[in-house]
């Protein structure tokens, strides 16, 4: 139980999930039930609470204001926290490809084509972090080589535009610049937030 979920359940006097969620939403007061029930259920459920909900919260509870304002922030920098867990078990050292384009032409074709992973990440071996700075060198370089040659003049990529070079991504919280020729032109850079996409039917 998040922070936030947790104080709201000793303030309300109850443990059960349904009856808190019935009793936050008849706190919330007046507006469209429906979608506060959804958005009351993510926050009992997982902790979601964007600002104007937080907001709405601490309007309902401006007695326990300061205590409520505590908890929001806890639950926030826990879930930032869990999804960084989540993405750091996921993550395979790879480079990923930086276009003139932020954003796809075609979202919806980008998603159902494989998305990030198949369009802007180049796989790199597992254990390249472990391997020697010069042989890391030759896997990045070699890794832009066959891109270039996949690819052809100016290395289009699916609906993101030309490459305008890469990110070579070890570890998880590692990364480095790398220029159009594979060459790796900077420091490392640390976290980066790369984009993630996914598509869902239905």
Known sequence: MSAVVDLLARLLNTADRRALARALVD???PGNRNKAFRRVHALV???ACPPDLAER???AFPEDREALSIAIEQTRAERVAQRHAAMKALFRPHLFIRTERSRPRQIT???LSGGVD???KLPLPEDIAERGTGVQRRLVREAVEAH???CGEGRPVFSMG???GY???PRYEQSYAVSLDGRIVSGDQGLVNEPQSGVSIG
């Open 167 to 169: 990110l070579y991504r």
């Open 57 to 59: 919260l601490l309007q």
């Open 148 to 150: 270039a040659a996949e």
């Open 27 to 29: 706190r919330l007061g």
């Open 118 to 120: 198949r369009w802007l």
């Open 109 to 111: 074709m980008f998603g």
């Open 45 to 47: 459920d997982d902790g």
């Open 162 to 164: 030309r490459t305008v």
